[in-house]
């Protein structure tokens, strides 16, 4: 179902025009309002009326996640205090939190995207969609919620946690549709194993999945076991929470709400554009927000654009699933490694649970070391040592050749690496660089 | 007969083993034999213990991996020469032995040794023929 065919379809010359006129405005609103960007502006010798085609963007600064620190709390907000009517923010686990603060015209574009997003999964009104992302601070709870209510859909607003009541609830009330991150989906999944329930033979039928990196075998893993069809969504605080891309029935790549965050992507060496398809770091300005719209934002995610029209009859431009980000790329030995890769590979072997932990060290020699802790299948284990050896050594060569460094694999028990509930913690570095 | 014999998964940290023990003596469980199987990161810990599904039990519920898996316990004289001879069988016909470990069982005058054998049903066929006896309930 696309929710809103006419902005969703739109043909692309005249949505290019909407975009022109809505950064034009924006960046007349946030020059006379913000004086962060009056100064970036003043600095470059640049204003609204250098803006004639989108291809201008290129003159405007980008805003990075330092400067939304250092404007922490309220330092961007471009609307008076009073018009706003709701706050999110990042946990704020590396420095400062980010801030978005809303009005109500921000909470309805919010409402708007991530119906957008969740009718990308298929939801429709009449569905039970039982909603596990965080509630609170976190922009998870609340724009699943909003978005479901926004289809007419019934929600069940559980946050994320209390398992057990997790699975009471999805049996009781026929949930038919999922929204929490991927490896909670697969910690939830684990647990309906271990309680009996089978999950297949309940009417889930679909999930959004989003909020951390998840890779084309999680996905296959999430949907095998729970008999689902499960689509990855994509969204960030800074620019409206999740809602900002999503997949289709087609599961190629995201569409993004490009008419209300106008998406670019550079090289993160140089900040120029990278020639189209090519990869490189996402970033986005927020065209029509109120509260605290953002100029240029730099993600840190990497992706590419997809350029093709999409089956499903949507016009918008697609990204394609991330690579990683930016910032929690590990650099082994002078090679980059994204996590996603090596999760990528893991699920590809046999005896493997899809639960790990990377673990970097720099070792005596001056040398990087990584450590990857897998948990191995239950059936997997046997009472001699060979057939664990053999696994662990095809882990070490699989890895080896689709990462190009040589890490230790060390075999662990099942259920003994730690299970998020939000985002999963991946990479334990050790480093001091 | 063959008996079963409990495997254990021991990660490579310190007092793993230790726990095991706590929980069999726990549920009054009484161990017959035992061996382990180390490598640099993991150990194996192989059991024959008294009461074979109150071990599984507890030790699951304490959080190990475990496996059950078939043996043979031949009774051997205890002199020497005993076990070759045992070994000269299994090797003419033939059959390999994947591991082998000395059980605390014996009358006086005998020894138990536990095989883990890649063809079992020949094996067992190969000590029988042969007038050896197996333990069958420890």
Redesign the interface.
């Given at each position: 179902m696309i929710f809103n065919p006419e902005h969703e379809c739109m043909d692309q010359t005249a949505r290019k025009k909407l975009q022109l006129a809505n950064l034009k405005n924006l960046v007349e609103k946030l020059y006379t309002t913000v004086p962060f960007y009056r100064k970036k502006m003043d600095a470059l010798g640049i204003s609204s009326r250098d803006i004639h085609t989108l291809g201008d963007i290129e003159k405007l600064p980008f805003t990075t996640k330092d400067d939304l620190r250092e404007n922490y709390p309220r330092g961007l907000l471009a609307s008076p205090p009073d018009r706003i009517v709701e706050v999110h923010m990042s946990s704020g686990t590396t420095g400062k939190p980010v801030v978005d603060e809303y009005t109500q015209k921000d909470i309805d574009i919010w409402r708007e995207a991530m119906a957008r997003t969740l009718a990308g999964g298929g939801c429709t009104k009449d569905d039970i969609v039982q909603n596990c992302y965080g509630y609170g601070l976190f922009t998870g709870g609340p724009g699943a919620h909003y978005g479901a209510m926004t289809i007419g859909a019934e929600v069940l607003p559980m946050s994320s946690g209390n398992t057990a009541r997790q699975l009471m609830v999805m049996q009781d009330f026929g949930t038919t549709m999922l929204t929490c991150t991927p490896s909670y989906a697969l910690y939830m999944a684990e647990e309906a194993a271990d309680a009996g329930v089978d999950l297949k033979k309940l009417p889930l039928s679909k999930g959004c999945f989003g909020a951390e990196p998840w890779s084309e075998n999680m996905r296959k893993e999430i949907e095998s076991r729970y008999g689902m069809k499960a689509y990855d969504i994509y969204g960030l605080t800074e620019i409206i929470g999740p809602g900002v891309a999503f997949e289709c029935e087609a599961q190629d790549g995201l569409h993004i709400n490009e008419d209300l965050f106008y998406p670019e992507i550079i090289d993160p060496e140089t900040g120029k554009h990278v020639k189209r398809g090519e990869k490189g770091e996402l970033v986005f300005t927020t065209l029509t927000k109120e509260g605290t719209p953002l100029l240029r934002y730099r993600t840190r995610d990497i992706t590419y654009f997809m350029d093709e029209p999409c089956s499903c009859g949507r016009t918008t431009v697609r990204m394609h699933r991330l690579f990683g980000r930016t910032d929690d790329m590990l650099i082994i030995r002078g090679v980059n490694v994204f996590p996603s890769q090596i999760e990528h590979a893991l699920f590809g072997i046999e005896g493997t649970e899809p639960q790990y932990l990377i673990v970097v060290n720099r070792g005596e020699s001056h040398l990087d070391e990584v450590e990857l802790l897998v948990e191995v299948k239950q059936e997997f284990f046997s009472d001699e040592t060979r057939g664990l050896e053999t696994l662990r050594n095809k882990i070490q060569d699989v890895m080896k050749s689709k990462l190009q460094i040589g890490l230790k694999v060390k075999l662990v028990e099942p259920k003994t690496i730690e299970r998020s509930i939000g985002k999963a913690k991946r990479v334990i570095d050790n480093r001091k660089l | 007969m063959q008996i079963k014999?409990i495997?254990v998964?021991l990660?490579n940290s310190s007092g793993r083993l230790g726990e095991v023990t706590k929980v069999l003596a726990e549920a009054a469980i009484n161990i017959r034999a035992i061996s382990i199987?180390?490598?640099a990161?993991?150990g194996?810990l192989?059991l024959i213990v008294d009461k074979n599904d109150d071990a599984i039990t507890a030790l699951t519920k304490a959080?190990?991996?475990t496996?059950l898996?078939d043996v043979v316990a031949v009774e051997v004289v205890d002199s020497p020469g005993s076990l070759a001879k045992v070994m000269e069988l299994f090797q003419n016909s033939k059959v390999n032995i994947?591991?082998l470990y000395a059980s605390l069982e014996g009358k006086t005058g005998k020894a138990v040794i536990i095989f883990?054998l890649e063809n079992l049903e020949q094996g067992l066929k190969i000590v029988t023929d042969n007038g050896l006896s197996v333990v069958e309930k420890f």
């Amino acid at each position: 179902m696309i929710f809103n065919p006419e902005h969703e379809c739109m043909d692309q010359t005249a949505r290019k025009k909407l975009q022109l006129a809505n950064l034009k405005n924006l960046v007349e609103k946030l020059y006379t309002t913000v004086p962060f960007y009056r100064k970036k502006m003043d600095a470059l010798g640049i204003s609204s009326r250098d803006i004639h085609t989108l291809g201008d963007i290129e003159k405007l600064p980008f805003t990075t996640k330092d400067d939304l620190r250092e404007n922490y709390p309220r330092g961007l907000l471009a609307s008076p205090p009073d018009r706003i009517v709701e706050v999110h923010m990042s946990s704020g686990t590396t420095g400062k939190p980010v801030v978005d603060e809303y009005t109500q015209k921000d909470i309805d574009i919010w409402r708007e995207a991530m119906a957008r997003t969740l009718a990308g999964g298929g939801c429709t009104k009449d569905d039970i969609v039982q909603n596990c992302y965080g509630y609170g601070l976190f922009t998870g709870g609340p724009g699943a919620h909003y978005g479901a209510m926004t289809i007419g859909a019934e929600v069940l607003p559980m946050s994320s946690g209390n398992t057990a009541r997790q699975l009471m609830v999805m049996q009781d009330f026929g949930t038919t549709m999922l929204t929490c991150t991927p490896s909670y989906a697969l910690y939830m999944a684990e647990e309906a194993a271990d309680a009996g329930v089978d999950l297949k033979k309940l009417p889930l039928s679909k999930g959004c999945f989003g909020a951390e990196p998840w890779s084309e075998n999680m996905r296959k893993e999430i949907e095998s076991r729970y008999g689902m069809k499960a689509y990855d969504i994509y969204g960030l605080t800074e620019i409206i929470g999740p809602g900002v891309a999503f997949e289709c029935e087609a599961q190629d790549g995201l569409h993004i709400n490009e008419d209300l965050f106008y998406p670019e992507i550079i090289d993160p060496e140089t900040g120029k554009h990278v020639k189209r398809g090519e990869k490189g770091e996402l970033v986005f300005t927020t065209l029509t927000k109120e509260g605290t719209p953002l100029l240029r934002y730099r993600t840190r995610d990497i992706t590419y654009f997809m350029d093709e029209p999409c089956s499903c009859g949507r016009t918008t431009v697609r990204m394609h699933r991330l690579f990683g980000r930016t910032d929690d790329m590990l650099i082994i030995r002078g090679v980059n490694v994204f996590p996603s890769q090596i999760e990528h590979a893991l699920f590809g072997i046999e005896g493997t649970e899809p639960q790990y932990l990377i673990v970097v060290n720099r070792g005596e020699s001056h040398l990087d070391e990584v450590e990857l802790l897998v948990e191995v299948k239950q059936e997997f284990f046997s009472d001699e040592t060979r057939g664990l050896e053999t696994l662990r050594n095809k882990i070490q060569d699989v890895m080896k050749s689709k990462l190009q460094i040589g890490l230790k694999v060390k075999l662990v028990e099942p259920k003994t690496i730690e299970r998020s509930i939000g985002k999963a913690k991946r990479v334990i570095d050790n480093r001091k660089l | 007969m063959q008996i079963k014999q409990i495997s254990v998964f021991l990660e490579n940290s310190s007092g793993r083993l230790g726990e095991v023990t706590k929980v069999l003596a726990e549920a009054a469980i009484n161990i017959r034999a035992i061996s382990i199987a180390d490598t640099a990161d993991f150990g194996i810990l192989r059991l024959i213990v008294d009461k074979n599904d109150d071990a599984i039990t507890a030790l699951t519920k304490a959080g190990f991996t475990t496996r059950l898996s078939d043996v043979v316990a031949v009774e051997v004289v205890d002199s020497p020469g005993s076990l070759a001879k045992v070994m000269e069988l299994f090797q003419n016909s033939k059959v390999n032995i994947e591991y082998l470990y000395a059980s605390l069982e014996g009358k006086t005058g005998k020894a138990v040794i536990i095989f883990k054998l890649e063809n079992l049903e020949q094996g067992l066929k190969i000590v029988t023929d042969n007038g050896l006896s197996v333990v069958e309930k420890f």
